[in-house]
């Protein structure tokens, strides 16, 4: 739906994902695998475009562009894993790209605005019938969000923030669509 800033750093593009990662590095030192289960814990993927190869991939870029450090460490007879810890040049970083993000918010695209500036391209019943299912999974996405906020017991108020932001987002989507779905089929043929 919102695709993300890419930020330049030492030869490769920071992103929201690298953002995600310093600030959970910020928390505690953790391997890859305990990374991937902090960003699921907590939803991430609800809402920042993050995959567990993700992780992994931007852990090493970070690691290599020398804003955290790894330690390879092995417990028993465990297979080998790298700690990641961020460092005083990650932390730097860190609140360089929350200034960023803070001071120039990325600009929204929405995906479905090209369905939209396409719907001409289609005949007028066909446009409606799919302006509807725009519509279902618009509401659908909405009332999703809402479950998830009043299942929220425990998480951090910034985590709450954030489903706030997304259910009012599709609370204007739906709105929205409905005011155009409506002027849609008025229109002349």
């Not at 490769?12 to 990662?21: A, E, F, H």
């Not at 987002?169 to 409506?182: H, N, T």
Request: some cysteine.
């Amino acid at each position: 739906m919102v695709t993300s800033i890419q930020y330049s750093s030492g030869g490769y593009r920071m992103s929201t994902v690298d953002l995600m990662l310093l600030g959970a590095l910020m928390q505690r030192p953790l391997n890859a695998y305990e990374m991937k289960k902090e960003m699921e814990r907590r939803n991430i993927a609800d809402w920042i475009k993050i995959s567990s190869p993700s992780v992994y991939k931007n852990l090493i870029k970070l690691c290599k562009s020398g804003l955290v450090d790894g330690k390879t460490v092995r417990e028993g007879e465990m297979p080998e894993k790298t700690i990641y810890t961020i460092n005083a040049r990650g932390k730097k970083h860190f609140m360089r790209l929350m200034r960023k993000y803070a001071e120039e918010p990325e600009k929204v695209y929405i995906d479905f605005a090209a369905f939209i500036a396409n719907l001409a391209q289609v005949d007028h019943e066909t446009g409606i019938e799919l302006l509807g299912s725009l519509q279902q999974v618009l509401v659908e996405k909405r009332d999703a969000v809402t479950e998830q906020r009043d299942a929220l017991e425990g998480i951090s108020a910034y985590g709450t923030a954030i489903v706030s932001l997304y259910e009012r987002m599709y609370g204007v989507f739906c709105e929205w669509s409905e005011e155009f779905a409506a002027q849609f089929a008025t229109r002349p043929q």
